[in-house]
């Protein structure tokens, strides 16, 4: 092997670059869609309906079950064909990680609710809160702020989950790295450098967790 | 919505087939890197455990490296980089005789992967025993060695077996990952049945049944080892280990 060449890395900088980008743009979509899907799963799933809060729990459960990969093959497949119309590949992939991080997310949530002290929930009803009041009002408030380095750590594992749509070939920041790989038959330089970008985003990511751990108390 | 139901397609030659392949392959490449987790994790951890801050930042980097690139570059990685930047022979051999090399490639990628998570719940397991425990043991003259081997490891491997459920479940769920080096697995059977026959709902709800299948196994036998090593007067999963 010839020694370590630096130029297919700047030569394609550019477009690494946008895979990077897209990527990036995946993991904020699919965290904030998350989040809120996640949100309202935890609520369903603390009812006290108990049809409801089994529906939620199946939902959880299911996701929970499966590979990413193939949440992302049965979206590739389902979202056309409910649709009736082809959709390019990043719709499918959207609704496939909004709907997978909702599952998870949602457990973090419910977590956080439940840390909330039964007392403060017995007060709120008391002082004639009805339920989503007392979520928005009393609990939410607090559980994120004890979430919010769990939400981070999530996000981390989200963005390398974004890898993953590599198998429907969209041109996130992994594929990127394999077509220059591919073309310039330089694998060795091209995945030893996504390894270190993928490794440097996620311990920057870590670090904004551990020190939102820090920051916990309410204003 | 038009579809044509054909759920046949499942029962069919050599659908059928394809799909024990991909069961088969996927519990094979899981259990395996499993193993190799549960080894190297344990050392892994262990060794993380101890007072000598050398041995434990080592350990630290080793930990971060293998939990924060994704999966799938470290398929890769082992895959495409390794045998390429190996001196003379051991590169050489990679790349001409090593049989089923994606197969054992993914083995290794998973178990490694696998075996970094495993060693900060195993770490996090031996901090959760009483300190005193090991100072006693050390007095009563245990060598270091017995002090884990005894006291130590007995104790945190059963404080982590709700975590360790879930790191097993995540194995079977992350031996999928190995279809992007061209492992027949079972998510890369069912893609191939979607393909040939355009019945996606079919293959696709099989897997799910399978892998949903496995989980519940895995969920049933790991509740099961809970309860036979649960030592009486302690209670079982009283730590929380946090991510």
């Known amino acids: 092997m010839s020694s370590f060449d630096l130029s297919a890395i700047s030569n394609s900088l550019p477009f690494l670059l946008e895979g990077l980008a897209l990527s990036l743009m995946l993991t904020a979509v699919a965290m904030a869609g998350g989040l809120i899907l996640g949100l309202l799963i935890a609520i369903l799933r603390l009812s006290r309906l108990r049809l409801i809060a089994g529906l939620a729990a199946l939902y959880v459960n299911g996701f929970r079950a499966v590979p990413l990969i193939l949440v992302i093959f049965w979206f590739y497949f389902l979202v056309p064909l409910a649709?009736?119309?082809?959709?390019?590949?990043?719709?499918?992939?959207?609704?496939?990680?909004?709907?997978?991080?909702?599952?998870?997310?949602?457990?973090?949530?419910?977590?956080?609710?439940?840390?909330v002290r039964s007392g403060q929930w017995q007060a709120a009803k008391a002082s004639g809160l009805s339920y989503l009041q007392t979520v928005r009002l009393v609990a939410l408030p607090q559980a994120l702020r004890k979430m919010a380095p769990l939400m981070v750590t999530q996000g981390v594992i989200l963005f390398q989950d974004t890898a993953l749509v590599y198998v429907v070939s969209l041109n996130d920041f992994m594929t990127s790295v394999t077509i220059v790989a591919n073309n310039t038959n330089r694998p060795v330089e091209m995945y030893v450098f996504a390894a270190l970008v993928y490794l440097l985003i996620c311990l920057t990511g870590n670090a904004v967790a551990s020190s939102l751990k820090h920051v916990r108390a309410i204003a | 919505m038009n579809y044509s139901w054909n759920w046949a397609v499942l029962v069919q030659d050599p659908y059928v087939q394809w799909l024990v392949w991909g069961t088969e392959m996927t519990m094979a490449i899981s259990i395996a890197a499993l193993i190799i987790a549960l080894v190297i994790g344990t050392a892994i951890g262990v060794l993380h455990s101890?007072?000598?801050?050398?041995v434990r930042s080592v350990m630290g980097a080793y930990i971060s490296v293998f939990r924060n690139v994704p999966l799938l570059l470290q398929m890769f990685l082992w895959f495409f980089v390794v045998p390429e930047i190996l001196p003379g022979g051991a590169g050489r051999w990679l790349k001409r005789d090593l049989p089923y090399p994606e197969?054992?490639?993914?083995?290794?990628?998973?178990?490694?992967?696998?075996?970094?998570?495993?060693?900060?719940?195993?770490?996090?397991?031996?901090?959760?025993?009483?300190?005193?425990?090991?100072?006693?043991?050390?007095?009563?003259?245990?060598?270091?060695?017995?002090?884990?081997?005894?006291?130590?490891?007995?104790?945190?491997?059963?404080?982590?077996?709700?975590?360790?459920?879930?790191?097993?479940?995540?194995?079977?769920?992350?031996?999928?990952?190995?279809?992007?080096?061209?492992?027949?697995?079972?998510?890369?059977?069912?893609?191939?049945?979607?393909?040939?026959?355009?019945?996606?709902?079919?293959?696709?709800?099989?897997?799910?049944?399978?892998?949903?299948?496995?989980?519940?196994?895995v969920t049933l036998l790991m509740r099961g080892v809970e309860r036979w090593t649960a030592l009486p007067g302690t209670v079982s999963g009283g730590v929380s280990v946090q991510f």
């Open chain 2, 50 to 54: 101890s007072d000598d801050r050398i």
């Open chain 2, 103 to 217: 197969i054992v490639t993914s083995i290794i990628a998973l178990g490694l992967f696998t075996s970094s998570r495993i060693a900060v719940q195993i770490s996090a397991g031996i901090d959760a025993v009483p300190r005193g425990q090991r100072m006693a043991a050390r007095a009563s003259g245990l060598s270091m060695l017995q002090v884990y081997r005894l006291v130590l490891l007995p104790q945190a491997v059963r404080i982590i077996v709700p975590p360790l459920t879930s790191e097993i479940l995540t194995i079977f769920k992350n031996s999928s990952i190995a279809l992007t080096i061209g492992v027949y697995e079972l998510t890369a059977q069912t893609q191939q049945i979607q393909s040939m026959t355009y019945q996606g709902f079919e293959a696709f709800t099989a897997a799910t049944v399978i892998y949903v299948t496995i989980a519940l196994l």
């Open chain 1, 83 to 115: 649709l009736g119309r082809p959709v390019g590949a990043l719709y499918s992939v959207l609704v496939a990680f909004v709907m997978f991080e909702g599952a998870y997310y949602s457990e973090i949530m419910r977590a956080g609710l439940q840390s």
